[in-house]
């Protein structure tokens, strides 16, 4: 487009694009007026960022733990299942064995649903030989309601 | 030389069989626990269907029809199939993390 235009109108504009910008003021005029003075953070809420940051209310799930725990019980085959096994060692640890018998599954359906959960960092095998029970993690523990709230829909259904 | 638009097609008919798959257990969650997101989840999927099944319509209607559509419809040919391997891709990953 540039080469329709006289050689001195293209020599001004580029030293009036200079001016501009190398006068302090000008050019500052200019940054303001293309950005907008808000921040991303304001449009995205601060706790999409951290994981499990400290200043995070205890009773307000993490919204990235919840996204995570939805995908891994609504997004995968064998999901309500995996639900159901968290709902169980909840309160008390128990080993695959008892798991499987409470919930009247396969044995080896229940040991590939604890591993996928294990490797989620949803549930931690006990350090023991023999019938090493598993419980949930700390930040499992800490975002309860979230399981709970997926566990109500479960179980009107 | 490779048939570009061939190999595209196959991989949008790859992509619906992926996609069936997905949506078959997507669908089999939304019956137990019937959320937005688990709605939001078919709901996507079946978006991702309706766009490949396009691709195969274009093919059908367009491209063996018209001789000189054919001509520049094999001008893009490749990147279509470029877009559809890539996404073909991207759904076997998603399968195999629905699947296991």
Request: glycine share 4%; charged share 15%; hydrophobic share 50%.
């Amino acid at each position: 487009m540039l080469k329709f235009l006289p050689n001195n109108v293209i020599e001004n504009s580029q030293k009036e694009f200079f001016i501009s910008y190398t006068n302090p003021e000008q050019s500052m005029f200019g940054i303001i007026f293309i950005f907008p003075s808000f921040s991303l953070s304001e449009i995205i809420p601060r706790t999409m960022f951290s994981f499990s940051g400290s200043d995070r209310i205890q009773s307000q799930p993490d919204p990235k733990f919840k996204m995570i725990l939805w995908l891994i019980i609504a997004g995968t085959r064998g999901g309500v299942n995996r639900a159901k096994i968290l709902n169980l060692i909840k309160n008390n640890p128990m080993n695959a064995n008892k798991i499987a018998s409470v919930l009247n599954l396969d044995h080896k359906t229940v040991v590939h649903h604890v591993k996928i959960l294990s490797k989620n960092d949803l549930v931690v095998k006990a350090q023991k030989e023999y019938a090493a029970e598993y419980h949930l993690t700390q930040i499992m523990k800490e975002n309860q309601n979230v399981l709970e709230e997926i566990m109500k829909k479960i179980e009107t259904k | 030389m490779v048939d570009f638009m061939l190999a595209a097609v196959i991989s949008a008919f790859l992509n619906i069989g992926l996609l069936l798959v997905i949506i078959g257990t997507y669908v089999q969650n939304m019956r137990v626990i019937r959320s937005y997101y688990t709605s939001g989840l078919v709901l996507v999927a079946s978006l991702l269907m309706l766009q490949n099944i396009v691709i195969v319509l274009f093919w059908f209607t367009l491209y063996m029809n018209d001789k000189a559509l054919m001509m520049s419809a094999d001008m893009l040919a490749h990147y279509l199939f470029a877009i559809n391997v890539i996404q073909t891709i991207g759904l076997s990953v998603l399968v195999w993390i629905t699947r296991r």
